[in-house]
């Protein structure tokens, strides 16, 4: 089995069209709007939602965003598929603590600030010691020595209390050392403001390495691991490089969490939490640089957000994958590089009444599956309760014929449309490529 | 035997896959800058060879020799890093990386970036005009940045054998380089790989007569795992023994021909 | 004051492997708020809204921080020490960092001692006893029964369950010098499918009874396991009436099953009305009976401090007795642990007139109630007292 | 016997053939030339469902355009595809018993006839396929196809990769299975090969058939030759 | 000589239960190299529905009627979803076998509740059947035993006297080919895929009852069947069926056994004191790892023989 996945011989015949090659390349001037666009948005943000919640929300997609970041090393750059990437940032976050608790008892004089690399260098030795066991393999030994390592891990964290604190963790408190400038992380905007200084540089840097030789190899090594060898690298020695990089990543966004929670317990060397960030990497996109970003957001988002928004979070979220999978296997980051592709052929206005219309039918469509889900999780768990709910300030009646007509009339009619438009969509989606595959053509031949 | 160490040299090297000999002990010795033709029926054993030397699989017994270095035994990387080089009778390229990207992968070892993660490519100069120098080699310059998975086969080929000379290796061996090529580009090719691989050791299996009596300087005729003649191009045409075994009289004749 | 509505946010697993208990608990918070509310003497009205935090120390850390945004100052939690360590942490840390703002931690079920004594805190108050109140409360009932003199202990081996084994061994040493510990094994939590090898065990050691606080899957299947050995001897346990328990028991036959917990299933009285109620409007089970001491101790504090303002019901609370189902209950100003009776219930076939368990016809009998004194335990706690 | 009238084929958006035309007799060899990228194998993907296409390809009087690719085997067209597709991990044996439609199947060929035309095949019948030699998978792709007693057999580029005495025996042996009334479609690069065999042979440029004709009037038309073959 | 008969009993039958648990995953994953983490949800289903239809119709027709019910649920996942999903490559499919996992469990608890059901073993299967050296064995174990063995057998039927099996491990590398050579692969794939969540449902029906039936069943099962499938050695049946076997003794008797690092160290005259670093490390009892063996077991394999104990081929 090849990982992650099949490396077509000639042209890849399968899908019929050809995928086209685009890169997450920013020209010079490109490059620092991009990077200056990231900084400004980490710098405002916090000013724009200021509610406590936002502000740890908001702590928390930095950390996530690292973290994502880290396993698309391993997954998206070295076709390294990880069950057990959390062993590597829950590690760090475990050492962080207990880091910051020997500072508390002024055992040790290390800046909080500096925490998170003790965190990442942490993690990078548990990665020299796993990662030499599991680089050997490839491809689905790998998986599964990720999964049996990553299994151990948690159920070794529960019968060690002295180490990782039981079942209530290790709690630590992040107010302590010297306090330059009169900033003691207490708040929690100074902790996001930290928080966003690392996943400013640590974003940065993981690009960097993606230009470097050693990213590049990695790259090939998930292409073609047997002609690798051929041109002179040792494939075991270049995961197992890139496999304690990515750890280093992954233990400074345990670091963060460290301080940002102020307790480690178990459940961040979970199997859960590692599949989380398989999960969410790739539903931001594996292929692309770029893509973890949205996916650390999207998992904050769901797993805070979403799940108080309503009790059929998990079905929303399974359903979610479901069709992204199917319908869009490069993530999000891949709809987007679509796009971006359209528009640099200049034919991407053309489709935006299409969008406006897929979206506004869409909406319908899921307002009216939304409300009949609703009221379905309404009558299992609140039954008791009366009837009565309400679903996007929309009052329904989980026992009246008018709540569920009407929600499935307006799913019905949102899906109808939807495929309409759909249809009419694909069809200029078809010509529009059509037209940018004879225009490359045409340039090539320039 | 003069006094310079052959570039390449077999010692009665044996391989075996389960209880099945393939390799029967072949001896070897092919002198530096000479270009060989290694033919022979199929499955006698010409790939398994390439794959002894390469350092693909290990040979049960015998020695290999490169440069008078025994390398018999060492892994693939640790063989390439002497300078031996080899293509493969199935593409086998980084369909995911640009053609660019390919050849810059192919220099890198040799120009000694190994594993660094503390430079940036952009900034590697020398990698950076090799593969250029190279794309324009084997002429894929304008296909830069096409994914090598969407080329065409006849691409693929060239991008095969540009990753394979990428490293400036000195002993460069080149499965079937020609294989599923018309006749044409098959001509085309043959030009370019003479063109690159001036100054090298060349050992090439291929099974268009044209094509090897074109190209090679000496010919080796592997039949049952055994090298049973490696001499001039005339010599082995007129030898009895690799008629029969190998090329049947009539094909032989129209092939010399040509069409 | 009167007439003012209090809104206490819940936060507890509504979603994922543990939402059973999750939705059952918050049911009966929701209940109990609307049975007692304004009929306390502060005539203050109760509201519980649920937050998710999906068994996670982490995810409560952020429905604590989503509550407080909505202007929620009362929270409450029970579903594992782990989460309640780490909001009884936070708590303690946001009240620090925003006086004026505090927040008080009403602790129903989560049953770790380090909670009321090394890492106990003024804002954090227990409803629940604690696993060692428990054992105090069992092995004085274990003393008294002349059967029990080979004990095998076994547990998950995790806090909770290496706590039940070491004070069950420190309390029997003290209670019944004579009584030999035969085995004691301690296996991963939820990571047992077929526990027919410790039974196995079990019997060569010769035990005559069995001593565990292993809850959910990794008590019924150790029940299943001993009932399809034929090892008929009794168990004592701690979490037999757990949501999902009690039907997945009564799948496995008959077996001798002792609970030990402040409240059983057949209370008469206003609480047995209230269970009668509750599984009539939602078909489930009322066992969360510290929902009900919870509402009436807010209530009675409430009416004590005049104010709804957590700080001054904080103070009120410390010390402060109300009427419970079984006698008075006090919240012991120490370390805020609630000092309550405690009984021990057998699992049986229900009789006529008898509470059947999740519609199994199993009941869970009390057949000894003890009072406050019995299991209360000392506690290490030095709690800071805010100043003022 | 096999008419294909009209076809167009299309990878996605591109557009490879236009309007192809050409027939098939019952027991006749029919040679398909053309330079690479002409379009002879997607011809014969789209004969066998493998490609989008439209217009008609007649099989025996039925028309197969848009059926599915197993349908259109059970009627009776075999397909020998270029690149070798054998199946690396199962063993040569097993490679051929796949060739059969099913396991109870009486054809014209069995085990024997395949093992008897390459004994190279039956000395390592028992090896994963994966590990064959280049040559000895073509063989093998072309048994396989066998096995499954097809009435017509599509050939794409058989004799790529194997020895010059191997590349005769091939052509015998399509010869054999003309006698045996088997017609053939061999898609072909080497035109000594082609030549000596073929009843008629179709060049192909640009995704449409541009010469029909005899081997010999082939030969004798040089414009086409160098136009379209560049030989 | 009575510890030892009765452990390797349970041995043998827990061995047993976990081949019965992985036998479709092994079908699938072996022959389609999907790995199918919905796999655990299927046996979820495969419970709920037999106590359901057991309900209406009784034991014997639910044991053939919910692997059904669940073999078609399967199937129309392969043709609607898996199988547009195949071409992206094994990432893709298992994430959506992932998704789809989420998905079943809160339908399961949208249709049954949270809570477990109430799901009894059969009248006439309850019991002990025989009763060895006072410990009684129950007659239900015996069943499972046995069904775990048909299952064994239709299995090794269905790969050795079928081509199925062959057309599948074609179709993973040129399945246009395979189709070319007249063989219906869609239609292959959706069988292989529908028959392995049926013998899922098959083991949901049989564990359901032995066990418990809830939403949190799926999660408990969930990675251990992977080991099995693994350390057998992908691909292999047989290699699956000793793998279960193995496991099952090994770790049955590992919990039989107290013996601890410290007690090495001891008996070496080194002193261990709850002081001396790692003292929770030391004083491990075997018997106290017993249920995460399984896991040591499968790193190890993968490091020493990655082709699993009976496998052809890695990954
Ligand atoms: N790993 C292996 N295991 C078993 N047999 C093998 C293995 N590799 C090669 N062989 C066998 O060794 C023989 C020689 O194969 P090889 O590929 O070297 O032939 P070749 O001379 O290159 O032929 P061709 O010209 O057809 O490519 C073949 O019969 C092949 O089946
Ligand atoms: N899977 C594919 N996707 C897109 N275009 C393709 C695909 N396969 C072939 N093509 C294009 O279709 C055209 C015809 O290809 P085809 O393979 O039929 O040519 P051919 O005559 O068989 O040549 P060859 O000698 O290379 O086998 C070529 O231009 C090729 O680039
Ligand atoms: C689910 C509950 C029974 C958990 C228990 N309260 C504990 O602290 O572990
Ligand atoms: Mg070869
Ligand atoms: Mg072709």
């Not at chain 3, 936070?90 to 602790?107: C, D, Q």
């Not at chain 4, 096999?2 to 076809?7: F, G, K, P, S």
């Not at chain 5, 649920?73 to 999903?85: D, N, T």
């Not at chain 5, 989420?102 to 009248?123: A, C, K, N």
Request: aromatic residues 10%; hydrophobic residues 45%.
């Amino acid at each position: 089995m090849d990982l992650p996945a099949a490396v077509p011989s000639r042209v890849p015949a399968r899908g019929g069209s050809r995928r086209d090659f685009y890169e997450f390349r920013p020209y010079n001037v490109g490059r620092w709007v991009v990077w200056g666009a990231f900084a400004l948005l980490l710098l405002v943000a916090p000013l724009v939602f200021t509610t406590s919640l936002a502000h740890t929300m908001l702590s928390q997609m930095g950390i996530a965003i690292i973290v994502c970041l880290s396993y698309n090393m391993l997954l998206g750059q070295g076709g390294m598929l990880s069950f057990g990437h959390a062993v590597y940032s829950g590690m760090g976050a475990f050492l962080a603590i207990h880091t910051l608790n020997l500072v508390s008892k002024g055992a040790w004089a290390v800046p909080v600030s500096l925490i998170p690399l003790v965190g990442g260098a942490a993690s990078a030795l548990f990665a020299v010691a796993f990662g030499y066991v599991t680089t050997k393999k490839a491809a689905t030994p790998f998986a599964m020595i990720t999964l049996g390592i990553g299994e151990l891990v948690w159920a070794s964290a529960l019968m060690f209390p002295e180490f990782f604190g039981g079942e209530g963790g290790i709690s630590g408190n992040r107010v302590t050392g010297p306090k330059p400038l009169g900033i003691t992380f207490g708040p929690q905007v100074q902790l996001y403001y930290l928080i966003a200084v690392y996943t400013f540089v640590c974003t940065a840097a993981m690009f960097a390495f993606t230009r470097t030789p050693l990213g590049r190899i990695i790259n090939a090594v998930r292409d073609n691991p047997e002609r690798v060898e051929f041109i002179g690298y040792d494939t075991q020695k270049v995961r197992y490089i890139v496999f304690i990089l990515s750890a280093f990543f992954a233990g400074i966004s345990g670091g963060l969490a460290a301080l940002n929670f102020e307790i480690v317990t178990s459940e961040v060397v979970s199997a859960p939490r590692s599949g989380a960030y398989l999960l969410f990497t790739f539903l931001g996109g594996a292929t692309f640089f770029f893509g973890p970003i949205i996916g650390g957001v999207l998992m904050v988002l769901a797993f805070v957000l979403l799940s108080e928004f309503t009790k059929a979070w998990l079905l929303y979220l399974g359903l979610v994958f479901l069709f992204m999978v199917m319908y869009a296997p490069g993530g999000i980051a891949s709809l987007i590089m679509m796009n971006l592709r359209v528009a640099s052929f200049g034919r991407l206005k053309e489709v935006w009444v299409s969008y406006l219309a897929l979206a506004v039918t869409a909406l319908v469509a899921l307002v009216g599956a939304g409300a009949m889900i609703e009221m379905v999780y309404h009558l299992k768990l609140n039954s008791a309760l009366g009837p009565k709910l309400h679903f996007l300030g929309i009052p329904l009646d989980a026992h009246g014929v008018n709540s569920w007509f009407g929600a499935g009339f307006v799913l019905l009619t949102g899906l109808g449309l939807f495929e309409a438009s759909r249809r009419q969509f694909l069809r200029q989606w078809g010509d529009i490529q059509e037209f940018i595959e004879k225009e490359i053509k045409r340039r090539e031949t320039l | 035997m003069t006094g310079t160490t052959p570039a390449l040299e077999l010692k009665d090297v044996r391989k075996s896959f389960g209880r099945t000999e393939i390799i029967r002990g072949c001896n070897l010795q092919v002198a530096a800058g000479e270009r060989v033709a290694v033919i022979g029926p199929n499955g006698a054993g010409k790939s398994t060879l390439f794959n002894l030397v390469s350092g693909r699989f290990a040979p049960t017994s015998g020695q290999v020799l490169l440069h008078g270095q025994r390398i018999d035994g060492k892994k693939p990387f640790e063989i390439n890093r002497l300078g031996l080089s080899r293509s493969f009778q199935i593409t086998n390229i980084f369909p995911k990386l640009s053609v660019f990207e390919n050849l810059r992968c192919g220099v890198l070892w040799s120009l000694g970036y190994k594993y660094t993660f503390l430079r940036f490519l952009a900034d590697l100069h020398d990698a950076n005009e090799r593969a250029e120098q190279l794309m324009e080699r084997i002429r894929l310059h304008k296909k830069r940045d096409v994914l090598a998975g969407n080329l065409t086969y006849a691409e693929q080929r060239a991008l095969e054998v540009g990753i394979t000379i990428a490293g400036g290796a000195s002993v460069i061996l080149l499965d079937e380089p020609t294989a599923g090529m018309s006749r044409e580009e098959t001509r085309r090719f043959i030009d370019l790989i003479k063109e690159v691989t001036v100054g090298k050791t060349l050992l090439t299996v291929e099974h268009d007569m044209g094509v090897v009596f074109g190209l090679a300087d000496k010919i080796a005729v592997v039949v049952y795992g055994e090298i049973i003649a490696f001499d001039t191009p005339e010599r082995v045409r007129a030898n009895q023994k690799v008629q029969e075994a190998y090329l049947g009289s009539v094909v032989a004749a129209q092939q010399e021909g040509g069409h | 004051q009167k007439g003012e509505t209090v809104r206490i946010a819940f936060m507890d697993p509504l979603s994922g492997p543990f939402a059973n208990v999750g939705q059952n608990q918050l049911k009966s918070w929701q209940f109990a708020a609307e049975k007692l509310s304004g009929r306390n003497p502060a005539g203050v009205k109760f509201e519980v809204v649920g937050f998710d935090n999906k068994g996670s120390p982490q995810e409560s850390l952020n429905t604590l921080k989503a509550a407080i945004d909505q202007g929620f100052r009362y929270i409450t939690q029970g579903n594992g020490s782990g989460a309640g360590l780490a909001l009884l942490d936070a708590v303690s840390k946001y009240n620090e960092r925003n006086p004026g703002k505090e927040v008080v931690y009403l602790n129903y079920a989560a049953v770790d001692p380090a909670m009321t004594n090394e890492k106990c805190d003024y804002w954090h108050f227990r409803l629940d006893a604690d696993t060692s109140m428990k054992m105090e409360a069992l092995t004085s009932f274990m003393k008294d029964q002349p059967s029990v003199k080979k004990v095998y202990v076994i547990g998950q081996n995790y806090s909770h369950g290496q706590q039940v084994a070491k004070y069950f061994k420190d309390a029997i040493k003290r209670k019944r010098p004579d009584v030999q510990i035969v085995g004691e094994d301690l296996h991963p939590i939820g990571q047992v499918k077929d526990f027919a090898p410790y039974v196995a065990k079990i019997k060569q050691s010769g035990a005559d009874s069995v001593l565990t606080g292993n809850w959910g899957q990794d008590l019924t299947l150790l029940v299943k396991a001993m009932n399809d050995a034929g090892l008929k001897i009794p168990m004592y346990t701690y979490y037999a009436g757990v949501t999902g328990t009690p039907t997945a028991l009564a799948g496995g036959g008959d077996s001798e099953v002792y609970v030990v917990a402040y409240g059983h299933a057949n209370h008469t009285g206003e609480l047995g009305q209230m269970g009668a109620e509750f599984h009539k409007k939602f078909n489930d089970d009322y066992y969360t009976y510290a929902t009900y001491n919870g509402i009436n101790l807010l209530g009675a504090a409430m009416a004590r401090a005049k104010s709804t303002n957590p700080v001054a019901v904080a103070r009120a609370m410390e010390g402060l007795t109300v009427k419970s189902f079984a006698g008075d209950v006090t919240m012991r100003a120490a370390d805020h642990q609630l000092q309550q009776s405690m009984f021990i219930t057998k699992w049986q076939k229900a009789k006529k007139g008898e509470y059947s368990v999740e519609n199994t016809g199993y009941t869970f009998v009390p057949i000894k109630q003890m009072d406050p004194y019995v299991s209360s335990t000392p506690t290490s706690c030095q709690m800071k007292r805010p100043a003022g | 016997m096999l008419q294909v009238a009209n076809l167009h084929a299309f990878y996605g958006k591109s557009h490879v053939l236009h309007g192809v035309e050409f027939d098939v007799r019952a027991g006749e060899i029919v040679a398909l030339l053309g330079r690479n990228g002409s379009g002879r194998s997607t011809t014969a993907k789209a004969i066998m469902g493998m490609v989008e296409s439209t217009g008609s390809v007649h099989w025996k009087g039925q028309e197969i355009q848009g059926r599915k690719p197993y349908e259109i085997a059970h009627l009776g067209l075999g397909y020998v595809p270029e690149n070798r597709d054998i199946f690396p991990k199962l063993t040569v044996h097993q490679n051929l018993m796949l060739g059969q439609k099913s396991a109870k199947q009486k054809g014209r060929w069995g085990f024997d006839d395949m093992y008897g035309m390459f004994p190279r095949l039956k000395e390592r019948q028992h090896t994963e396929a994966g590990v064959l030699s280049g040559g000895e998978q073509q063989m093998l792709t072309l048994c396989r196809t066998l096995m499954g007693d097809p009435d017509l057999i599509i050939i794409d580029e058989p004799t790529e990769g194997l020895a010059p005495k191997i590349v005769e025996l091939v052509g015998e042996y399509l010869k054999k299975l003309k006698s045996r009334g088997v017609s053939v479609l061999l898609i072909e690069q080497k035109l000594t090969i082609a030549m000596a065999i073929s009843d008629r042979a179709l060049v192909m440029g640009h995704g449409s058939i541009v010469f029909h004709g005899t081997p010999d009037t082939l030969w004798a038309d040089a414009y086409i030759r160098k136009e379209w073959l560049e030989v | 000589m009575e510890f030892f008969t009765i452990s390797l009993l349970n041995g043998i039958s827990y061995g047993l239960l976990l081949f019965m648990l992985s036998s479709g995953l092994t079908l699938i994953f072996s022959m389609m190299g999907v790995l199918n983490f919905a796999h655990a949800s299927f046996y979820m289903l495969g419970a709920y529905f037999a106590y359901t239809v057991a309900q209406l119709v009784g034991f014997f027709p639910a044991l053939v009627i919910a692997p059904l019910l669940v073999a078609l649920i399967g199937a129309l996942f392969e043709k609607y979803a898996l199988r547009r999903v195949h071409k992206f490559g094994h990432v893709p499919e298992l994430l959506i076998t992932f998704g789809l996992s989420f998905i079943i469990l809160e339908m399961v608890q949208l249709v049954w509740g949270t809570s477990s059901v109430d799901y009894r073993v059969p009248d006439v299967l309850d019991g002990p059947l025989f009763t060895i050296y006072g410990t009684q064995f129950p007659m239900y174990r015996a069943f499972m035993m046995l069904v775990a063995l048909l299952m064994l057998v239709a299995i090794w039927l269905l790969l050795t006297r079928t081509r199925i099996g062959l057309v599948i491990q074609a179709a993973l590398t040129h399945p246009e080919t395979v189709e070319a050579l007249g063989h219906n692969v869609p239609r292959v794939f959706m069988l292989v895929f529908g028959g392995g969540c049926a013998l899922a449902a098959l083991a949901g029906v049989i564990g359901g009852n032995a066990f418990v039936t809830e939403p949190g069943m799926a999660a408990t099962v969930g990675s251990v069947i992977f080991v099995v499938v693994v350390v057998g050695g992908m691909g292999s049946l047989a290699g699956a069926f000793v793998a279960s076997l193995l496991i099952g003794v090994i770790q049955t008797f590992a919990v039989g056994v107290d013996a601890s690092l410290m007690g090495a160290f001891q008996s070496l005259g080194m002193a261990v004191t709850p002081e001396s670093p790692g003292y929770t490390l030391w004083k491990l009892k075997i018997s106290q790892i017993a249920p995460i063996l399984p896991y040591v077991f499968l790193v190890l394999i993968l490091i020493f023989r990655p082709k699993g104990l009976l496998g052809t081929r890695e990954g």
